[in-house]
């Protein structure tokens, strides 16, 4: 079993839906969780952290959830730009290595 | 200021020869980190410097990898008698340590053994 799982997708929405990432981690003991994106042939890039109370950043919110091991991505009013693969990465040490899920697959069409 | 980088970016090579791979960090940078990202899959950790301490190489696959970072800012990653399943994305990223978290990647380099 991968330490971090994602469901690989694809994900194909109309521009202005809403899409939802899930996204389940097996180490009780990860310190930090975040989703990065990564665009076709281009280096990850941090899109936001997560944290237990939730976070929101414009159309993005994430959220985790401790208990169930269990951290999701919302995109609200999806946008062409929005095509990308999306990561979910965790920590077992601040600071350490990052351990990434295998990336969920979004395309936004017109 | 500048990112962190990589070169090359592209390498064939054929199968048995060895290949070196640069990361240039950010600038001042302590922690480097190496991933490996096969086609379709999310990058997999290889190896972690802090300065010029290799402090984890369990992610190395096998003895024919090898990395150094001899002065704590670049770091060459070493493939000796490649294979075919080396062919993968070799992504370098930095932080600043002292448990900052962000990891800023380079572009990767592209490695094809033939």
Known sequence: ?110 | GAGVSQSPRYKVAKRGQDVALRCDPISGHVSLFWYQQALGQGPEFLTYFQNEAQLDKSGLPSDRFFAERPEGSVSTLKIQRTQQEDSAVYLCASSLGRQQETQYFGPGTRLLVL
């Not at chain 1, 281009?42 to 997560?50: F, N």
């Not at chain 1, 939730?54 to 959830?65: I, K, P, V």
Request: hydrophobic share 30%.
């Open chain 1, 1 to 110: 079993r991968k330490e971090v799982e994602q469901d690989p997708g694809p994900f194909n929405v109309p521009e202005g839906a809403t899409v939802a990432f899930n996204c389940t981690y097996s180490n009780s003991a990860s310190q930090s969780f975040f989703w990065y994106r990564q665009d076709c042939r281009k280096e990850p890039k941090l899109l936001m952290s997560v944290y237990s109370s939730g976070n929101e950043d414009g159309r993005f919110t994430a959220q985790l959830n401790r208990a169930s091991q269990y951290i999701s991505l919302l995109i609200r009013d999806s946008k062409l730009s929005d095509s990308a693969t999306y990561l979910c990465v965790v920590t077992e040490v601040r600071g350490g290595k990052l351990i990434f899920g295998q990336g969920t697959e979004l395309s936004v069409k017109p």
